[in-house]
């Protein structure tokens, strides 16, 4: 789990992650978690994309097991028992703590006025998107973000487990795809998370 400064991502990496994310990664400034194979399961983002865009969203899942995972664990009735978790102080103390922590790791790479405060999926005082906090929980490792781990304990995939496909050879068919193909509407998923990001 290696915090800011990453070390730059590996040509492979990127390639990798182009291919989770079926259209090419860009402003990827490291890897932040990875499954046991050692693809990338998180990556780290620019605090100001290269358009000039803030992008809060530091930590980004990109595993397409871990995000189908996390977006079928939204569509069930957990957030609400994730955000009662915040009822109890010790776990909301916690919380405001992880939110601090991820500026920290942030702010730490570059300062962003725009969105200075702003960390992500909710914190510190709301859950909103478990994609962000599940992101963050693989990055700083557990015991650092509770209601990240907790999302990460529900899930039906696991850090631990691996369930990659070979993305290297998926590539070319991504890239033909990505070319040939009209684009379909964001799915609800992709339009969540780029929601989490404005
Ligand atoms: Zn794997």
Redesign the pocket.
């Given at each position: 789990m290696p915090t800011p400064p990453f070390d730059a991502p590996s040509a492979d990496d990127i390639r990798i992650v182009s291919a989770q994310l079926g259209r090419t990664a860009r402003n990827v400034i490291g890897i932040a978690a990875r499954?046991?194979?050692n693809?990338p399961t998180v990556v780290a983002t620019k605090p100001r994309l290269d358009d000039g865009t803030p992008f809060p969203t530091l930590y980004y899942l990109c595993h397409p097991g871990a995000t189908a995972a996390i977006s079928t664990l939204e569509a069930t009735s957990v957030m609400p028992q994730l955000a009662a978790l915040l009822d109890d102080p010790n776990v909301a103390a916690a919380y405001t703590a992880a939110h601090h922590a991820y500026l920290a790791d942030r702010d730490g790479i570059e300062r962003v006025a725009e969105i200075a405060g702003i960390s992500a999926g909710g914190m510190p005082v709301r859950v909103k998107c478990l994609h962000a906090l599940a992101g963050h929980s693989l990055a700083a490792g557990p015991g650092v973000n509770p209601i990240g781990d907790r999302a990460i304990a529900l899930a039906t995939w696991s850090p631990d487990v691996?369930t990659?496909i070979d993305y290297l050879a998926t590539e070319v068919m991504a890239a033909d795809v990505a070319e040939s193909v009209t684009p379909l509407p964001a799915t609800s998923a992709a339009a969540h998370r780029a929601g989490e990001t404005a």
């Amino acid at each position: 789990m290696p915090t800011p400064p990453f070390d730059a991502p590996s040509a492979d990496d990127i390639r990798i992650v182009s291919a989770q994310l079926g259209r090419t990664a860009r402003n990827v400034i490291g890897i932040a978690a990875r499954c046991v194979c050692n693809a990338p399961t998180v990556v780290a983002t620019k605090p100001r994309l290269d358009d000039g865009t803030p992008f809060p969203t530091l930590y980004y899942l990109c595993h397409p097991g871990a995000t189908a995972a996390i977006s079928t664990l939204e569509a069930t009735s957990v957030m609400p028992q994730l955000a009662a978790l915040l009822d109890d102080p010790n776990v909301a103390a916690a919380y405001t703590a992880a939110h601090h922590a991820y500026l920290a790791d942030r702010d730490g790479i570059e300062r962003v006025a725009e969105i200075a405060g702003i960390s992500a999926g909710g914190m510190p005082v709301r859950v909103k998107c478990l994609h962000a906090l599940a992101g963050h929980s693989l990055a700083a490792g557990p015991g650092v973000n509770p209601i990240g781990d907790r999302a990460i304990a529900l899930a039906t995939w696991s850090p631990d487990v691996c369930t990659c496909i070979d993305y290297l050879a998926t590539e070319v068919m991504a890239a033909d795809v990505a070319e040939s193909v009209t684009p379909l509407p964001a799915t609800s998923a992709a339009a969540h998370r780029a929601g989490e990001t404005a």
